[in-house]
């Protein structure tokens, strides 16, 4: 069983930044954040192989960054240029299988979630 925590959430401006981390209990393939935003779908927004490949959703694109630390079991989510439709639940994902994937069901395991709020 694989455990993962999530931290780094909190309130912030829009056009602000803010880092998520991720904390894996050992080493995964591939790690992913995907966010759910109060009455709307749940979306993989980014993804990160074990070798540093990644992916992004459009939604996402040239403001997040994913990176990883392999060392640490760390995965984090840069995110730049804030609007308040990003404001969601942000959960990191493991897969156990090697490739970025933007599939939420590609994904065996995931964080209990923390609130990001993008506001005024």
């Known amino acids: 069983q694989v455990q993962l925590v999530e931290s780094g959430g909190g309130l912030v401006q829009p056009g602000g930044s803010l880092r998520l981390s991720c904390a894996a209990s050992?080493?995964?393939?591939?790690m992913g954040w995907s966010r759910q935003a109060p009455g709307k779908q749940r979306e993989l927004v980014a993804s990160i192989s074990i070798g540093g490949s990644t992916t992004y959703a459009d939604s996402v694109k040239g403001r997040f960054t994913i990176s990883r630390d392999n060392a640490k079991n760390t995965v984090y989510l840069q995110m730049n240029s804030l609007k308040s439709e990003d404001t969601a639940v942000y959960f990191c994902g493991a897969r156990v299988r090697v490739g970025v994937s933007l599939k939420l069901y590609d994904y065996n395991y995931w964080g209990q979630g923390i609130q990001v709020t993008v506001s005024s």
């Open positions: 050992g080493s995964i393939a591939t």
